[in-house]
Antibody, heavy 116, light 110 residues
Framework: QLQLQESGPGLVKPSETLSLTCTVS??????????WGWIRQPPGKGLEWIGN???????FYNPSLKSRVTISLDTSKNQFSLRLSSVTAADTGVYYC????????WGQGTLVTVSS | QAGLTQPPSVSRALRQTATLTCTGS????????AVWLQQHQGHPPKLLSD???QRPSGISERFSASRSGNTASLTIIGLQPEDEADYYC???????????FGGGTKLTVL
């Protein structure tokens, strides 16, 4: 059974870079069975897709975030990561790693607050 | 990118039936199908139905999904208090190569 767990700082200063890691267990991120991705949810609001990465390294990003987002794989650690640059208060929310577009598995989510 | 359209809220009485809708386009729901998610406050979303309208293991038979054209539907029969939650649909958009979400429907069980 696929399990995902997010980790990273819960507080990021405005204009800095948000960095999160998702540790995967139950399968290899080098498997061609899944896309690995990030989804966020601002407080009290709906879900927003950030982007996906395939085992080959091919990425797909939300056009509204594309200029600030990088998703990458670390096969040696069975992890994938999110970097979101130049953050503002609007980037505050719960960040989930998941397997879009099937969305069959989700991490528990991690709250990231952007504040000085 | 254009998202999927869901009614913001639906209310139904206990033990009644609720049908939630999700409208997209021919490049997402229409040819890729939609998945349905349930989210209780403070918890991550949980998959209720995959894009082929199949329930994952462990999901109650009270939940069933279908699609007609560019609109996907989730029907919940015999509503229970624990069904009160937010419900989201999502699909892959094959024209834009993006994942799209609906805005979510808050289901209230009266």
């Amino acid at each position: 059974q696929l399990q995902l767990q997010e980790s990273g700082p819960g507080l990021v200063k405005p204009s800095e870079t948000l960095s999160l890691t998702c540790t995967v267990s139950g399968d290899s991120i080098s498997s061609n069975s899944y896309y690995w991705g990030w989804i966020r949810q601002p407080p009290g609001k709906g879900l927003e897709w950030i982007g996906n990465i395939y085992y080959s390294g091919r990425t797909f990003y939300n056009p509204s975030l594309k200029s600030r987002v990088t998703i990458s794989l670390d096969t040696s650690k069975n992890q994938f990561s999110l970097r979101l640059s130049s953050v503002t208060a609007a980037d505050t929310g719960v960040y989930y790693c998941a397997v879009p577009p099937t969305l069959m598995s989700w991490g528990q989510g991690t709250l990231v607050t952007v504040s000085s | 990118q254009a998202g999927l359209t869901q009614p913001p809220s639906v209310s139904r009485a206990l033990r009644q039936t609720a049908t939630l809708t999700c409208t997209g386009s021919s490049s997402n729901v229409g040819n890729q199908g939609a998945v349905w998610l349930q989210q209780h406050q403070g918890h991550p979303p949980k998959l209720l139905s995959d894009r082929n309208n199949q329930r994952p293991s462990g999901i109650s038979e009270r939940f069933s999904a279908s699609r007609s054209g560019n609109t996907a539907s989730l029907t919940i029969i015999g509503l229970q208090p624990e069904d009160e939650a937010d419900y989201y649909c999502s699909a892959w958009d094959s024209s834009l190569s993006v994942v799209v979400f609906g805005g979510g429907t808050k289901l209230t069980v009266l």
